[in-house]
């Protein structure tokens, strides 16, 4: 027997949490925040707790898991560094017995979020280099759990293989196929048909772009854009600010190498940006460590803008605030609290696509309209998808030939749109692909 219980991020995009129960024993999959719910608190100091994420509604319900399933868990299993993905695990990791594993630049993320939240760990990091195994042990048994190298917006994601007595269980709630990503190796195609070969007995997979045709474009086509507009003959004596995910190495990467070429000073600001890029550092993977400066507090924000406004062109200015995050400094900027005054000669770039909930969107529109209304020139969408679209899907699921297919990454109203794909394929809703709801569990027999 194999059950799945979703305990968050079934009904609602983020604060990803799935448990899976195999007999005597069980694994958690990811424990994420909902970052809608924190979007007021971007660069805000102050620690925060369980007792005020849980009253934000920021945490998945875990508390709802009963006694008897959390004596069973092995396991805490994260797939990559993303919040909504790993955020949780300081607040919420205590209650559980079992070792938490991930790859290296995921642990480092979690050490500085630990950091950051001046928690000590109950349970025991274990950091699993790209596509090798670890053996966690279970009741009466081990379990070979591999992470298995796939590509995403931000370093070393993993689909997360745990190998059953009933079929492999394999863990993909974040991903796209990209032969051709700016850093780290492509997709691991053949460990992706061993497992096959082996019996996958279900798919948990990132489903969110599930109706948009075609393949994700590559983030080099996100590189090839930056290289656009960034090099642009126009943007020369003008100020220029870029604005992306801090957890986008790869994106950062391509920033800074062509800031080098503008011959500008780059300058990170935010503690967002100096907490993932510190990461980076510890596993050897910030390739652009030398060539940047970082400017986290603020009045260091302050005064550090208040030189760059008097030669603009000097500096390439890379800061938080892409959904209009109150408190980053992007939105300060647009609100006039910080002494960088925005002209019709300024380019501001967003590296970044408006994360789909009706809290950034309303965020997001707030800080576009008072930049507009600044004259400075505005560029939008300057990004690729980290979400695999329909193809991507498709050549998935071909290379895993799952028994069940489980679509995550949302509500029904959004996961449910990879019904007619999988129907194509020769699955069928509510016998062999299944649509969750948190805490209603599934049994697959």
């Given at each position: 027997m ?8 079934a ?7 799935t448990?899976?129960e ?5 694994f ?8 809608p719910?924190?979007?007021?608190r971007?660069e805000?100091?102050g620690?925060l ?5 849980r009253?934000m509604?920021a ?12 004596n069973?868990?092995r396991?805490i ?5 993303h919040?909504?993905h ?17 790859t290296?630049f995921?642990m480092?993320?979690l050490?500085?979020l ?9 349970n ?9 195994s670890?053996?966690v ?9 591999e ?16 190998h059953?007595?009933k079929g ?13 990503p ?14 096959a ?14 109706k948009s045709?075609?393949?994700t474009?590559?983030?080099e086509e996100a590189?090839k854009m930056?290289?656009h ?13 870029v604005?992306?995910f801090s957890s986008?190495?790869?994106r ?7 800031g080098k070429?503008?011959n500008?000073?780059?300058v990170?600001?935010?503690?967002s940006?100096n ?9 050897n993977q ?5 060539d940047?400066?970082i400017v986290t507090?603020?009045n ?13 062109k000097?500096y ?9 995050e109150?408190?980053?400094?992007l939105?300060?900027i647009?609100?006039g609290e910080?002494?960088y005054?925005l ?6 770039i967003?590296?970044?696509r408006t ?8 965020s997001?529109e ?16 300057v990004?690729?998808?980290g979400?695999?679209?329909?193809e991507?899907l498709r050549?998935l699921i071909k ?13 029904q109203g959004?996961v ?5 794909l999988?129907?194509e ?6 016998r ?5 709801e ?7 027999k």
């Amino acid at each position: 027997m194999i059950k799945i219980h979703p305990v968050g991020g079934a009904d609602e995009v983020g604060k990803f949490m799935t448990i899976v129960e195999v007999g005597d024993d069980a694994f958690v999959f990811d424990m994420g925040l909902y970052m809608p719910a924190l979007v007021s608190r971007a660069e805000r100091n102050g620690a925060l707790t369980e007792k005020i994420l849980r009253a934000m509604g920021a945490l998945p319900d875990d508390l709802s898991v009963k006694e008897e399933l959390r004596n069973k868990i092995r396991g805490i299993l994260i797939g990559h560094a993303h919040l909504d993905h790993i955020g949780a695990v300081p607040y919420i990791e205590h209650r559980y017995n079992a070792g938490i594993y991930g790859t290296p630049f995921t642990m480092a993320v979690l050490d500085e979020l630990v950091k950051d939240s001046k928690i000590s760990l109950k349970n025991r990091t274990n950091s699993v280099q790209p596509d090798t195994s670890v053996l966690v042990r279970g009741k009466h048994k081990e379990y070979e759990v591999e992470f298995i190298n796939m590509t995403h917006s931000t370093l070393q994601t993993a689909v997360i293989a745990v190998h059953t007595p009933k079929g492999i269980v394999a863990y993909a709630n974040d991903f796209k196929m990209d032969d051709t990503p700016v850093m780290g190796g492509k997709p691991n195609y053949g460990a992706l048909k061993r497992l096959a070969g082996e019996g996958v007995k279900v798919l948990i997979v990132d489903s969110l772009y599930a109706k948009s045709e075609g393949k994700t474009p590559s983030e080099e086509e996100a590189r090839k854009m930056l290289r656009h507009v960034m090099l642009n003959e126009d943007n020369k004596g003008k100020g220029m600010i870029v604005t992306t995910f801090s957890s986008h190495i790869p994106r950062l990467k391509s920033i800074v190498e062509f800031g080098k070429k503008l011959n500008r000073e780059i300058v990170f600001l935010g503690r967002s940006l100096n907490k993932y890029t510190n990461a980076a550092r510890r596993v050897n993977q910030c390739p652009y460590d030398k060539d940047i400066k970082i400017v986290t507090y603020r009045n260091q924000v302050f005064k550090f803008l208040k030189k760059a406004a008097q030669s603009k062109k000097d500096y390439l200015i890379v800061c938080t605030g892409h959904q209009g995050e109150p408190g980053s400094v992007l939105e300060r900027i647009s609100r006039g609290e910080l002494p960088y005054k925005l002209s019709p000669k300024d380019h501001i770039i967003f590296s970044s696509r408006t994360i789909p909930t009706p809290e950034t969107i309303a965020s997001k529109e707030a800080i576009l309209k008072r930049l507009y209304k600044s004259g400075a020139e505005i560029f939008e969408d300057v990004h690729v998808s980290g979400h695999g679209h329909k193809e991507d899907l498709r050549e998935l699921i071909k290379l895993l030939r799952p028994e069940h297919i489980i679509p995550s990454h949302g509500h029904q109203g959004i996961v449910s749109q990879i019904i007619p794909l999988v129907q194509e394929m020769g699955y069928e809703k509510g016998r062999t692909v299944h649509l969750l709801e948190n805490g209603k569990a599934l049994e697959l027999k």
